[in-house]
T-cell receptor
């Protein structure tokens, strides 16, 4: 069965510091992989997605993620965090042919001034 | 282009009642999916509708049902509400039901509280 693990429930970083959010997945084949962000009281906004090809994916708001098949990981990175990046981040996997998307438990990001 | 809209945004019900939530997808989107978000279980897929037909269903009891209208608007119904149904219910739309390659756009959610 497909599943997603986000090992870090809460991460605090200083503004301007780099960020890496971890995501590991379990799936029978290479799934479609996603990172979403959710601000308080809001729905989810897609940051980036990976289907195939180049394993380094660029997204919106300066985020990028790297797919590593050997480690079953899809970690999200940003070189310099802004205070407005404080939110909850969700990694998700989905099969190619339907919307049964499985989400990780989320990582809450706090940004210190 | 307007985003996904959900009504109402907040709802308070008591145990045993039923509730109907509404979702209007982005214009031109024919696939609508519903998700439940709770602190304990996280985000869980409920079901997907496309062209008025349920295409996929998550692991939820039959108290949770939905439908989709010819204009792609969707409703979700929960009968005999339980305390554990308190959650944020998110709706997402996309152009087709062809698969995950098509980007889903999420609405702001309906916050349901069951007392």
């Amino acid at each position: 069965a497909q599943s997603v693990t986000q090992p870090d429930i809460h991460i605090t970083v200083s503004e301007g510091a780099s960020l890496e959010l971890r995501c590991n997945y379990s799936y029978g084949a290479t799934p479609y992989l996603f990172w979403y962000v959710q601000s308080p009281g809001q729905g989810l906004q897609l940051l980036l997605k990976y289907f195939s090809g180049d394993t380094l994916v660029q997204g919106i708001k300066g985020f990028e993620a790297e797919f590593k098949r050997s480690q079953s990981s899809f970690n999200l990175r940003k070189p310099s965090v802004h205070w407005s990046d404080a939110a909850e981040y969700f990694c998700a996997v989905a099969p190619y042919n339907n919307n049964d998307m499985r989400f990780g438990a989320g990582t809450r990001l706090t940004v210190k001034p | 282009k307007a985003g996904v809209t959900q009504t109402p945004r907040y709802l308070i019900k008591t145990r045993g009642q039923q509730v109907t939530l509404s979702c209007s997808p982005i214009s031109g989107h024919r696939s609508v999916s519903w998700y439940q978000q709770t602190p304990g279980q996280g985000l869980q897929f409920l079901f997907e509708y496309f062209s008025e037909t349920q295409r996929n269903k998550g692991n939820f009891p039959g108290r949770f049902s939905g439908r989709q209208f010819s204009n792609s608007r969707s409703e979700m119904n929960v009968s005999t509400l339980e305390l554990g149904d308190s959650a944020l219910y998110l709706c997402a739309s996309k152009t087709s039901s062809g698969g995950a390659a098509d980007t889903q756009y999420f609405g702001p959610g309906t916050r349901l509280t069951v007392l």
